[in-house]
């Protein structure tokens, strides 16, 4: 008795699993969008009688990380298992004894049985009109008529044939309303299939046991990486005596398959998914190694004066005055964790699955600046405006490229690095064709002496610099001289002009004022002695 008891009741577990499944769609509430991710937190609403369930929760991200699936239920309600599907394939037919269901079916066959009608009178009405038509002709044929007698049947064929006419179009358009009608409780069977994303072909799929009957609400989160963000700023200044308004900025790109509509959007700078396995310092063996000669070169250190000359493009276009815009920093709350910054925006966002990128208005700065003007004209002959921002720390300024509009001109493009070391941070705020530079090789003053075993080769260059704006400009000049990592190499600084030397990078500076049409020259002039069979390939 006892297995027989076993086997009933197993066989009773099997049925109640082979139980139709409840269908729901997930609606999107909230997103955190990281640098390569996505959290999407959604809402699912259902009724469920008691029992075991398949639930099968659609309108979820195409790809998603089934690790990270979190479960939202209340405590009548418990989760047995969850998987994530794009290919769910309804084996069930509709529940016929759902009283909704069955509402919808019987309406369906009211409307087929009036069309199946409307169809047989419209067929009666036009198989009289043949009638008419075909009396038409025999009595057109009938010469022995009286003329009395033709008109009377010419006005009862008219008369007739119009009113049989008119009684046909009624027809046709009651039976296109009825068709629409059809068609409208025809797609009411369909389960949530106006409610569900054409994109979305993800499916969450879970196995549910429930305590109490009734309305079920779940709550869904789980991390996607077909979203991301990167920063971008907005960089506007008046002149060099006001501050830089900075427009904060997020590019928000999504191809998850779901559509955020009205969401409550969260950007941070985290980046989920890393390896959180904190480092193991291992013993550190030293080994000798095969060491093979090569003939040294010298390198010119290139680095800080690059880093800072390639900057920005030339004026594209003429850009109206500051756009009005509303206060977007009251909607924004800047929440800086430990590891990370996060933007909590308050302003309901619309971003659609078509991997385009959106723009999402952050915060709007404005920042306290000292403007300086700044050349290498070595590298690039025209002269770079830098706004400097102290104490840059405070404004959560994250990696980006930047619109710069000085004057109201766009003027390019710039990059914000807020990862350095230094006090202050330098932004770029375009060219400045007003402030001219040139660089000239002195022909007279350099050349070639042949020593017994040594060539001496003599570079000297003119650096002129002329302020051609209306006002006086603070200018900081950069330029280097070569530097040996070869005993065999002698360089000497023979002329300077009182720039301040930095011997370990060969890096020249000057800081000057220049007045108004003010113009001022600098020579710089060095030795390069080097044995007379070598070649230098980078002098």
């Known amino acids: 008795m006892k297995k027989f008891i076993t086997i009933l009741l197993f066989a009773l577990s099997g049925m109640v699993f082979a139980q139709k499944p409840v269908f729901t769609t997930a609606k999107v509430n909230a997103v955190t969008v990281y640098f390569n991710a996505a959290e999407i937190s959604q809402t699912a609403h259902l009724n469920l009688p008691a029992g075991t369930h398949e639930i099968v929760i659609k309108n979820v991200a195409n790809y998603l990380n089934e690790n990270t699936v979190q479960i939202g239920a209340p405590s009548s309600l418990t989760v047995l298992s969850s998987q994530f599907t794009n290919d769910y394939i309804s084996e069930y037919d509709i529940d016929e004894s759902s009283p909704a269901i069955k509402k919808v079916r019987d309406s369906i066959k009211i409307v087929q049985k009036e069309l199946d009608r409307l169809n047989n009178t419209r067929t009666s009405e036009m198989k009289t009109i043949e009638i008419l038509d075909r009396n038409q002709q025999v009595y057109g044929a009938n010469t022995g008529l009286s003329v009395t007698e033709l008109m009377k049947m010419v006005e009862y064929y008219k008369t007739k044939r119009t009113e049989i006419s008119n009684t046909i179009d009624v027809l046709n358009e009651r039976e296109k309303k009825l068709s629409d009608l059809l068609t409208k409780l025809n797609t009411k069977l369909e389960i949530n299939s106006n409610k569900e994303e054409k994109n979305a072909t993800g499916k969450l799929v879970l196995q549910v046991m429930n305590q109490t009957a009734g309305a079920i609400t779940l709550d869904v989160s789980y991390l996607t990486n077909n979203a991301r963000w990167s920063p971008f700023y907005e960089l ?107 933007f909590d925006i308050d302003i309901p966002y619309d971003i659609l699955s078509n991997g385009k990128t959106h723009s999402v208005s952050l915060k709007e ?43 109201g001109m766009y003027v390019g493009k710039t990059l914000v690095n807020p990862g350095q070391t ?102 710089i002039s060095y030795t390069v002695k080097y044995p007379k069979d070598k070649i230098i390939g980078n002098l």
């Not at 700065?365 to 921002?389: C, H, M, R, V």
């Not at 050349?447 to 006086?472: H, W």
């Open 365 to 407: 700065i404005k920042l306290p600046a000292t403007y300086k003007y700044y050349a290498a004209p070595k590298l690039d002959k025209e002269s770079f405006l830098l706004a400097e921002i102290t104490d840059y720390g405070k404004y959560n300024l994250l990696k980006g490229e930047a619109n710069i509009i000085f004057e």
């Open 236 to 342: 506007r200044a008046d002149n060099i005596a006001s501050p830089v308004n900075m427009l904060y900025k997020a590019q928000v790109v999504q191809n998850t398959g779901v559509d955020w509509r009205k969401v409550k959007l969260t950007l941070s700078s985290g980046i989920p998914n890393q390896n959180n396995q904190a480092p193991v310092i291992n013993p550190w063996f030293l080994a000798y190694q095969q060491i093979y000669s090569a003939v040294p070169q010298v390198k010119a250190n290139h680095d800080r004066l690059e880093e800072v000359a390639v900057s920005a493009v030339g004026i594209r276009g003429k850009v109206s005055g500051l756009q009005a815009r509303s206060t977007v920093s009251d909607y924004t709350m800047i929440n800086e964790n430990q590891l990370n910054v996060s």
């Open 422 to 523: 230094s006090d202050t941070l330098n932004l770029s705020m375009g060219r400045d064709k007003k402030v001219v530079i040139t660089r000239e090789k002195v022909v007279d003053k350099s050349g070639v002496k042949f020593l017994s075993a040594k060539k001496e080769q003599t570079f000297t260059y003119d650096i002129t610099i002329r302020n051609n704006k209306k006002e006086s400009v603070l200018l900081k000049l950069e330029d280097q001289y070569p530097l040996s990592s070869d005993k065999e190499i002698e360089i000497e600084l023979k002329q300077k002009e009182g720039a301040k030397v930095n011997s370990e990078t060969g890096l020249l500076s000057w800081e000057f004022h220049l007045k108004p049409n003010e113009t001022k020259k600098i020579r």
